[in-house]
């Protein structure tokens, strides 16, 4: 019996600290991934021009401003010129935004023991949904007509927040997104 309770505690401890892990990541991370064509020649590229992407998902007119906006302030510093003619390559972008289920865990009755106590556990949670975000931003190489790099971002965002706040936020973003480009081979 003694055993039982022992793995019972356990099952609990790893079932809190794996809920609040989830949590905290899905609560306050945000995760950027990117991948490239191995075979261009990225220091060839000095201009861009932004594209619509065929069924492509873009958000309201203000919230295209802002993504634009905060791409180019990342392009430019690493130094690519936006033109409106004939561009090296052309860039665009796409949206998603999802609504998942976040779960927040909790133990009540902890002993006087605390963990080791003796006292009647249970674990009780509450769900709640959660927008997150997602952006996909695509860089094609306007001669050999072929993606050539591809960055994404993931981010829980706050529909309520403030403007200035999300742009802040969306700024983050572009900076850890663009952060791999131009990629470095063997990196």
């Known amino acids: 019996m003694r055993h039982k309770q022992t793995l019972m505690r356990i099952a609990t401890q790893v079932t809190l600290v794996a809920a609040f892990l989830l949590t905290a990541v899905c609560a306050y991370g945000q995760d950027v ?8 020649n990225f220091a060839a590229y000095k201009t ?4 619509e992407i065929p069924g492509g998902s873009v958000p309201d007119r203000l919230i295209d401003q802002a993504i634009k906006q ?3 302030e990342q392009l430019a510093l690493k130094g690519l010129t936006k ?3 004939k561009a090296d390559l052309y860039i665009g972008y796409q949206v998603v935004v999802n609504l998942e289920k976040s779960i927040d865990l909790y133990s009540t009755g902890i ?5 080791d106590g003796w006292g009647d556990r249970s674990v009780r949670g509450q769900t709640s949904t959660v927008p997150v975000g997602i952006l996909l931003m695509d860089l094609y190489d306007v001669g050999k007509k072929q ?3 591809r960055g994404d971002a993931i981010k829980t965002i706050d529909l309520k927040t403030d403007p200035d706040k999300n742009y802040r936020n969306l700024q983050k973003v572009m900076t850890k997104l663009f ?3 131009p990629p470095r081979p063997g990196k």
Do not use: I, M, Q, T
């Open 33 to 40: 991934h990117y991948n490239y064509d191995r075979s261009a």
């Open 179 to 181: 952060k791999n480009y």
């Open 48 to 51: 861009y021009k932004w594209v």
């Open 111 to 115: 002993g006087p023991g605390g963990w």
């Open 147 to 149: 993606l050539v790099w």
């Open 70 to 72: 905060a791409a180019d």
């Open 83 to 85: 033109v409106e003619e």
